[in-house]
């Protein structure tokens, strides 16, 4: 009630989403009761497991507190047993719960309407709930147990970032499906694969109770309950380490990165990305930069099947070539870096992870995207092979080239637009753009082959393209930590001189 109290929006706020969720998915399972018995079972598969791997995922995700943490039980006496039958049973009584009967109630009804005894669904409902809040309470025990010293937002993105990253292309290929000849063979093979699968076997047990469907939806729970009081009787029954939130609170990015050299440069340089307008700016100009190479192309006649394909390279061309020069940007950590004894090596590595994570989702969503507009989703290997090798043959050379090479740029609180005079530069820029094209040169000959008609070479392109594009990655980070190793001197001299 306390919490009630106190954070009355927010309560409303939630109440009012899960009103809204529950609406929509109610909806949809009554629309299914008068549609074929295929798109019911596709729908019920792949939206259902989508809704488990959301109670499975969501409190590994929220930085929240479980409220019926068994530890909070152990003042009462109480044995482990009884701890975790009491607080499996009070699982039903929160908002997702709740939400989560009506839709089943609503799932039920619809396995009604195609034939299914009022028995059956009446257990399977049941079965479908106890399923998830066994899901949900595993997951929060794993987070209590695992990520109690690590929870934080800067977590959180991480982990949403993740998820975006398979979310989104996934979307991509769903809505370019074709359903004016039925359900698309894709998606029946992904309902057969799901149904055998704890995230799904709940959902589809009514409709197709095969031996397989039957077992997994049964055991399920089985192992979840036994999972649950293993869990419960660790938390009551062993010793834990103090957590030290108290001495991590409050260092962001440095409590998700490990505890190694390597590690507080990646969470020196997150922080810096996330906060310097420089950097913001270089990211926001790459994908206005790739519609632009594509809008003459257009313009001139080229297909949109063939100018959907080019905006996902150009990209991941111009993320790889986007650090070549990440020295000048942040002298003075150039100078705590070297004073500190930091490695070139984990110099080199650190500095490439803020960069990673901004490559990857837009990578995510140009590749697919671009996939789906040129309408053949067999060219999807190619395009991963060709831009990983631009991206990460990018990187690489740009590890060398900012060291080796590095020029002024605009100081921190400068306009982003605002550059220095400069005699170089111009070296390295041209050194890292036309490496990394080089770099990918076998992925585009063996794409090339794949438009030509030659049996699985995409496959090849997607395995040079990878190869080619890690082994760069590899020997620049080698040779630029060995350079940060040997001119430090001259760093430093750089570093206070722009």
């Known amino acids: 009630m306390g919490a009630l109290r106190y954070q009355r929006g927010r309560a409303l706020a939630a109440v009012a989403a899960a009103l809204l969720l529950v609406a929509g998915a109610s909806f949809a399972l009554v629309r299914l009761q008068d549609a074929p018995m295929t798109s019911t079972l596709v729908v019920l598969g792949i939206g259902g497991s989508a809704v488990t791997l959301c109670f499975v995922l969501v409190p590994l995700i929220a930085p929240v507190r479980d409220p019926l943490d068994p530890r909070r039980f152990g003042v009462t006496g109480r044995g482990w047993r009884s701890v975790a039958a009491a607080t499996a049973l009070a699982s039903p009584i929160s908002l997702p719960s709740v939400a989560l009967i009506a839709v089943a109630v609503s799932a039920a009804r619809t396995w009604s309407a195609h034939g299914v005894s009022a ?76 149904s055998v699968t704890p995230l799904g076997a709940a959902w589809v047990l009514p409709l197709a109770p095969t031996p397989a469907v039957v077992a997994v939806a049964i055991l399920t729970p089985v192992a979840l309950g036994a999972a649950w009081a ?54 926001a100009i790459i994908p206005i930069a790739a519609v632009a190479v594509v809008v003459p192309l257009v313009i001139v006649g080229v297909s949109r099947e063939t100018a959907a394909l080019i905006p996902a390279p150009v990209i991941a061309l111009f993320l790889g070539w986007l650090v070549h020069n990440d020295l000048a940007y942040d002298g003075s950590a150039v100078w705590l870096h070297i004073s500190s004894a930091v490695r070139g090596v984990s110099d080199r590595v650190g500095r490439l992870v803020p960069l990673f994570l901004v490559a990857l989702p837009l990578l995510a969503i140009a590749i697919p995207v671009g996939v789906g507009l040129h309408d053949d989703w067999s060219v999807l290997p190619v395009m991963v092979g060709v831009c990983s090798a631009l991206l990460l043959g990018g990187l690489g050379l740009s590890s060398i080239a900012s060291v080796v090479a590095p020029y002024a740029v605009a100081r921190h609180g ?69 350079v940060f190793d040997r001119r430090g001197d001259r760093l430093m001299a750089f570093a206070e001189t722009t």
């Open 230 to 283: 293993l869990i419960v009787r660790h938390m009551l029954t062993r010793t834990e380490r103090p957590v030290s939130v108290r001495e991590r609170r409050g260092l962001g990015w440095f409590t998700v990165t490990p505890g190694t050299p390597g590690g507080a440069v990646a969470a020196r340089s997150l922080i810096y990305w996330l906060r310097d307008p420089r950097y913001l700016v270089d990211i």
């Open 414 to 482: 400068d306009s982003p637009f605002q550059q220095p005079q400069r005699t170089g530069g111009g070296v390295s820029q041209g050194f890292v753009l036309l490496g990394a094209i080089l770099t990918s040169v076998p992925a585009f000959w063996w794409g090339w082959r794949f438009l030509q008609g030659v049996a699985d070479a995409q496959w090849w392109a997607l395995g040079v393209g990878l190869g080619t594009g890690i082994l760069v990655l590899v020997v620049g980070i080698l040779i630029g930590g060995a």
């Open 119 to 194: 028995t059956a669904s009446v257990f399977a409902a049941a079965l479908l709930v106890v399923t998830h809040l066994l899901f949900a309470r595993v997951a929060l025990g794993v987070a209590a147990l695992v990520l109690a010293d690590r929870r934080s937002r800067e977590l959180t993105s991480l982990l949403l970032l993740g998820l975006a990253v398979i979310a989104i292309p996934v979307a991509v290929f769903l809505a370019s499906l074709n359903w004016a000849d039925g359900v698309p063979p894709a998606l029946q093979s992904a309902v057969d694969a799901l």
